[in-house]
């Protein structure tokens, strides 16, 4: 028997090539971005982990709330948040 394990993007999904990674030294008082799926089970627990990461960091929000927690968020999107950020906090359902 042979097993067999294929890629799950297939071969016309594959991502572009990506630009390596930046390193950030600190997050003190850099442009946060703050991806939120909106979940059921963080409707609570999210604003007040915004809050305290905001004023722990001293940090400029970038949020992009997506519209359902079952849909990815538009590349476009993740595009623009990502050349205004220095750094992202990604939530429940993003």
Same mark, same amino acid.
């Given at each position: ?18 630009? @390596? $990674? +930046?390193?950030?030294? *600190? ?13 059921? %089970? /963080? ?17 400029? @929000? $970038? +949020?992009?709330?997506? *519209? ?13 948040? %990502? /050349? ?11």
């Amino acid at each position: 028997m042979v097993l067999r394990v294929l890629d799950p993007l297939a071969e016309i999904n594959k991502p572009a090539e990506r630009k @390596p $990674v +930046r390193s950030v030294q *600190s997050l003190q008082g850099k442009r946060v971005g703050l991806l939120w799926g909106r979940h059921a %089970a /963080s409707v609570k627990f999210w604003p007040v982990f915004e809050e305290v990461a905001l004023k722990k960091f001293s940090a400029e @929000p $970038v +949020r992009l709330y997506k *519209s359902s927690s079952w849909n990815p968020a538009p590349m476009s999107d993740l595009e623009n948040l %990502a /050349s205004k950020i220095d750094y992202a906090f990604i939530g429940v359902g993003a």
